[in-house]
């Protein structure tokens, strides 16, 4: 069977469907009824005779196999399309760009890039994403992705120190560990669904393991840690970025700070598009430079 635009025209409408879940929503989405939506997928899986939609009373519906397989291409098709045309015509600092970041990086340093941006770049349109989960840029929408994680052998694109931190309130009510050591006498808060790397490497350098800590306080993201720690109830090590207005007011008090002197938090760029989207890799990292 050969691709024709009386196949692709389709292809739009089972995408809206596919992200609504629902023939009504995505015909909202469309601006169009909901018969007509109907139609439009009715005929997409006439012209391909194979059924792409499980039609499903009263739930929300899903794509077969086949569905999800052709859906899974023209997102990737799309996306690659899109970064073609958004780049056509335009100049460096031009267009719109779509980065997914970390919740604590996009919600403490994104808006400040962005603003920087905007007297560097002044047509340039950031759509901005926040997740701690990875993200598959060849299928999602986003253009880039930022993360401390990322398997690359390209410089970090901001790197921040890490910080011990606590409040007063706790330290008037339990002291505060002289050595690393001491550690274990006090309750330390760390990230939930995390290998609490730092952690570990942080203990490592001291012939200790994250079991030497007993008392441990398990929150949901950094910015609840940065929080947590505000409010006295226990010890958190955070990066830099996060902590530095904290610190500044005095709500947090850095602690040990000699021995996280070797400790970083390195975040990287990847990109779906090297060539196409490297303008806006250098404006980022001339703008990362500066805040």
């Not at 809206?16 to 909202?28: K, N, P, R």
């Not at 045309?85 to 400040?112: A, C, R, W, Y």
């Not at 006295?232 to 090590?237: D, E, N, Y």
């Not at 700070?257 to 989207?277: D, E, G, H, R, V």
Request: aromatic letters at 6%; glycine letters at 4%.
């Amino acid at each position: 069977m050969k691709l024709t635009p009386h196949i692709i025209a389709h292809l739009p409408y089972l995408a809206a469907l596919a992200e609504a879940g629902s023939f009504t929503v995505a015909a909202q989405q469309m601006n169009i009824t909901q018969a007509a939506m109907s139609y439009q997928i009715k005929a997409l899986e006439e012209k391909l005779n194979c059924t792409l939609v499980m039609r499903q009373s009263g739930a929300s519906l899903k794509l077969t196999s086949a569905g999800e397989l052709l859906i899974t291409e023209y997102l990737y098709c799309a996306k690659r399309l899109n970064i073609v045309l958004q780049q056509l015509n335009h100049g460096e600092g031009k267009g719109i760009l779509k980065i997914s970041t970390p919740v604590d990086f996009g919600s403490m340093l994104m808006p400040k890039a962005m603003a920087a941006l905007k007297i560097l770049a002044p047509d340039l349109h950031i759509d901005l994403h926040t997740s701690d989960d990875m993200v598959d840029l060849a299928t999602s929408k986003w253009d880039m992705a930022i993360r401390s994680y990322l398997n690359t052998d390209q410089p970090p694109i901001y790197t921040s120190k890490i910080c011990l931190v606590v409040s007063e309130i706790y330290k008037k009510r339990c002291g505060v560990p002289k050595t690393i050591r001491d550690i274990n006498k006090h309750t330390v808060l760390m990230r939930e669904n995390a290998n609490h790397r730092t952690w570990k490497t942080l203990l490592a350098q001291h012939d200790l393991t994250i079991d030497h800590i007993q008392d441990r306080m398990i929150m949901g993201n950094t910015l609840a840690l940065k929080e947590a720690a505000k409010q006295g109830l226990g010890i958190a090590l955070l990066p830099e970025f996060v902590v530095r207005e904290d610190i500044s007011e005095k709500k947090l008090t850095v602690l040990l700070p000699k021995i996280t002197t070797t400790l970083s938090s390195n975040f990287y760029l990847s990109k779906i598009n090297a060539s196409q989207l490297q303008s806006y890799e250098q404006l980022l990292r001339r703008v990362f430079k500066e805040i």
